[in-house]
């Protein structure tokens, strides 16, 4: 059987990136009524594959081309060996915070599941916290790390590393010259307007002295944490700010307002399209892409 990297349309930017596989992608349009049309490659039938979706900007839309390309894979009689999303949906809610609410993690991952989806490969997948491989919902689920290669951008420079709260810690534990910052949120509001609890306020020791610090987050979103927590080093002594983080999503004006924070540098992975993907994560889907097709 021949072994084919089948690329979803929100992951079609990394095609010219991948070098060494087979590479399709699958094709996709609107009906008119905004409605999912997917047509696979005939080179997928009878082979193994490799599914890359991006499941950002567009999440639910790209769940629906997702479920319909893993349906047409089965028909084709192709063999999904698994199923890399960089950035994986629905991660943030992994716990109930209010009565009623729905973990979306579990919920996505058991849709996966019930369609066949055995292997399952993402980077620092917010739920999870700490690289590994983890059995949720009878999916194997690889949580790639990509922080080395943030770590590889700003190699041979000076700088002490900050994490802006405690569940980044892993992301700063090795390097000499670092500090874990703490984040207070406020209440919960049970409002349409907000989904999550506001940053009130950074809380930390930051050494003397220091000329340079890099913020290492997994994540901005909002931008509320690393404006935050850059407003809070400056005022304590920092000279200069920049953060590094894998997934870049920036919200609304999240990047206006890290700029107006007196931010220095922004740089994240590309597994989420942006201006500031400087770091390319084919590492880490060449490595997902040879563990599934079992090379
Ligand atoms: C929080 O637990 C995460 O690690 C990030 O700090 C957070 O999700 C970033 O979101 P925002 O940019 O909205 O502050």
């Known amino acids: 059987m021949k072994n084919i990297l089948l690329l979803g349309s929100d992951a079609s930017y990394l095609a010219q990136e991948?070098?060494?596989f087979n590479v399709k992608t699958v094709f996709t349009k609107k009906f008119p009524d905004g409605e999912t049309y997917v047509r696979l490659p005939v080179d997928v039938?009878?082979?193994d594959?490799?599914?890359?979706?991006?499941f950002f900007p567009h999440q639910n839309d790209s769940i629906v081309e997702a479920l319909l390309t893993i349906e047409g894979l089965k028909d084709y009689k192709a063999n999904l060996k698994g199923l890399?999303?960089?950035?994986?949906?629905?991660?943030?809610?992994?716990?109930?915070?209010?009565?009623?609410?729905?973990?979306s993690f579990k919920a996505i991952i058991k849709l996966f599941s019930s369609l066949g989806v055995k292997r399952i490969g993402s980077i620092n997948t917010h739920a999870l916290k700490k690289p590994g491989v983890y059995t949720i919902e009878d999916v194997e689920f690889h949580n790639e790390d990509a922080s080395p290669l943030l770590y590889s951008y700003f190699n041979d420079e000076e700088f002490l590393a900050v994490a802006p709260d405690k569940g980044a810690e892993h992301l700063v534990s090795n390097f000499k010259k670092k500090i874990i910052l703490k984040k207070e949120r406020g209440k919960y509001v049970?409002?349409?307007?907000?989904?999550?609890?506001?940053?009130?306020?950074?809380?930390?020791?930051?050494?003397?002295?220091?000329?340079?610090?890099?913020?290492?987050?997994d994540m901005i979103s909002t931008g509320g944490t690393i404006v935050k927590a850059t407003k809070f080093l400056l005022s304590h002594g920092v000279?200069?700010?920049?953060?590094a983080t894998i997934h870049g999503l920036f919200i609304n004006d999240?990047?206006?307002?890290?700029?107006?924070?007196?931010?220095?540098?922004?740089?994240?992975?590309?597994?989420?399209k942006n201006e500031f993907a400087r770091i390319s994560i084919t590492p880490i889907i060449h490595r997902l892409a040879s563990t599934f097709f079992e090379l």
Request: a negative charge; proline letters at 5%; hydrophobic letters at 35%.
């Open 239 to 243: 000279k200069r700010v920049s953060c």
């Open 45 to 47: 039938q009878n082979s």
């Open 254 to 272: 999240a990047v206006e307002k890290l700029k107006d924070a007196g931010i220095e540098e922004i740089v994240t992975t590309n597994s989420v």
């Open 84 to 103: 890399i999303a960089p950035y994986f949906p629905y991660a943030r809610q992994d716990k109930k915070f209010l009565e009623g609410e729905v973990i």
């Open 18 to 20: 991948i070098k060494g």
């Open 49 to 54: 594959i490799v599914y890359i979706q991006n």
């Open 190 to 217: 049970d409002s349409k307007a907000s989904t999550q609890r506001p940053v009130e306020r950074i809380v930390g020791d930051v050494p003397e002295g220091v000329e340079r610090a890099i913020i290492f987050d």
